[in-house]
């Protein structure tokens, strides 16, 4: 009698386990959290410092990106939940499970898809040189020698910047979190050129009247992506390009860019 009610306690316990099993293994290739109703909801990471692909207006965040990421969500049939933090965050919180995706004016590089999947790209961007409006010593990057260069913290301008720094005698790369402390660095004269994506800078010298240009040629044709956790995300990724394909053929995308950059 003990041995039958020992092999049923055991077959208990390994239905348990294998349901549970299943359960793991469902998830894992979604991510997200579901509602009453069956429906998914992804948290998304970007950061808010960012226009014109994301800021905070009114109390309500805005721009291509923020956009984008709703048309996907509608398309596909999802919510999200916003999570605005500093830039250089954003891909520790996906690798820790804090974040099921990530939009925020993000460049595809190799050194970042050895830790994320990337969407097909979005936007064609690029590197470029931002001076004072007064300056004329800088027009390229064999004028930076003995020069203190700006940076945003974790951006591909960032890595540049440090790529280049011995061969162009930069004397200093100095760091910020935000775009606005690095724009103001340059405006004010402590910093003496900043490195940042040309939409980007386009849109905040166009909207916000900084006493800033661009100068010489881009530097890079950097391409954005939306990210999730690499290997581990592969239903929502093929949700994300389906929504980017479908918002791409039916006008939405280009309704999109309308909205906050000129032609």
């Known amino acids: 009698m003990k041995k039958i009610q020992l092999f049923s306690f055991m077959m208990l316990v390994m239905l348990v386990l294998a349901a549970c099993g299943?359960?793991?293994?469902?998830?894992?290739?979604?991510?997200?959290?579901?509602?009453?109703?069956?429906?998914?909801?992804?948290?998304?990471?970007?950061?808010?410092?960012?226009?014109?692909?994301?800021?905070?207006?009114?109390?309500?965040?805005?721009?291509?990106?923020?956009?984008?990421?709703?048309?996907?969500?509608?398309?596909?049939?999802?919510?999200?939940?916003?999570?605005?933090?500093?830039?250089g965050g954003i891909i520790p919180a996906i690798l820790a499970d804090q974040l099921d995706v990530a939009i925020a004016g993000m460049?595809?590089?190799?050194?970042?898809?050895?830790?994320v999947d990337f969407s097909d790209p979005y936007f064609d961007a690029g590197l470029t040189l931002v001076v004072s409006e007064d300056n004329s010593d800088i027009t390229s990057i064999d004028d930076?020698?003995?020069?203190?260069?700006?940076?945003?913290?974790?951006?591909?301008?960032a890595e540049h910047a440090e790529e280049i720094k011995e061969e162009a005698g930069i004397k200093e790369v100095r760091q910020f979190n935000d775009s606005p402390s690095m724009f103001q660095e340059v405006a004010n004269g402590n910093a003496d050129v900043l490195i940042e994506d040309y939409p980007v800078i386009a849109y905040a010298i166009k909207t916000s009247g900084l006493d800033l240009k661009t100068v010489g040629d881009r530097l890079t044709g950097d391409q954005y992506g939306i990210s999730v956790k690499k290997g581990e995300n592969q239903e929502l990724l093929e949700k994300i390009n389906s929504g980017l394909q479908k918002i791409k053929d039916n006008g939405t995308y280009d309704e999109i860019l309308g909205r906050y950059l000129e032609e």
Do not use: Q
């Not at 965040?61 to 999200?80: Q, V």
């Not at 460049?107 to 830790?115: P, V």
């Open 22 to 87: 299943t359960d793991d293994a469902d998830s894992s290739g979604d991510g997200g959290s579901s509602g009453d109703d069956g429906s998914k909801t992804y948290t998304v990471g970007t950061d808010t410092t960012y226009p014109p692909f994301e800021f905070e207006e009114g109390g309500e965040y805005k721009g291509i990106d923020i956009d984008i990421i709703n048309a996907i969500a509608e398309e596909e049939g999802f919510e999200i939940e916003l999570k605005p933090m500093d830039f």
């Open 107 to 115: 460049s595809i590089t190799d050194d970042r898809k050895e830790k």
């Open 144 to 157: 930076l020698k003995g020069k203190v260069v700006a940076v945003k913290n974790g951006t591909t301008g």
